[in-house]
């Protein structure tokens, strides 16, 4: 059974830092693409930033690059998120997730990533 186990969240006041950690168990095809996601009450959810297991190339959107970096731990098939400058509108319940693949441009698209995470909650406070 494929799982994705999220750690690290939590509330931090702006301008601070956490680090988020992801780990897949039970994945067996390969070396996938491990993404994270948020998403904020009332909105939908947005992809931030995403790496292949393979390659280490990481991949980030625009409203994080230069603050956050994901990359790839030591033990197999686990990520880190380190979220740098945290402000208040990147309070949301942030996702782990993994898939196969995933083709060029639809790196943060929800529908191409396969097994997700239960979430875990960053709060920054003002």
């Known amino acids: 059974q494929v799982q994705l186990l999220e750690s690290g969240g939590g509330s931090v006041q702006a301008g601070g830092s956490l680090t988020l950690s992801c780990a897949l168990s039970?994945?067996?095809?390969?070396?996938?693409?491990m993404g994270w996601f948020r998403q904020a009450p009332g909105k939908e959810r947005e992809g931030i930033a995403t790496?292949?297991?393979?390659?280490?190339?990481?991949y980030y959107a625009d409203s994080v690059k230069g603050r956050f970096t994901i990359s790839q731990d030591s033990a197999e098939n686990t990520v880190s998120l380190q979220m740098n400058d945290l402000k208040p509108e990147d309070t949301a319940m942030y996702y782990c997730a993994a898939a196969p693949f995933v083709g060029g441009g639809a790196w943060f698209s929800t529908g191409h990533y396969t097994y997700w995470g239960q979430g875990t909650q960053v709060t920054v406070s003002s």
């Open positions: 790496i292949n297991i393979g390659s280490s190339i990481p």
């Open positions: 039970g994945y067996q095809w390969g070396r996938p693409w």
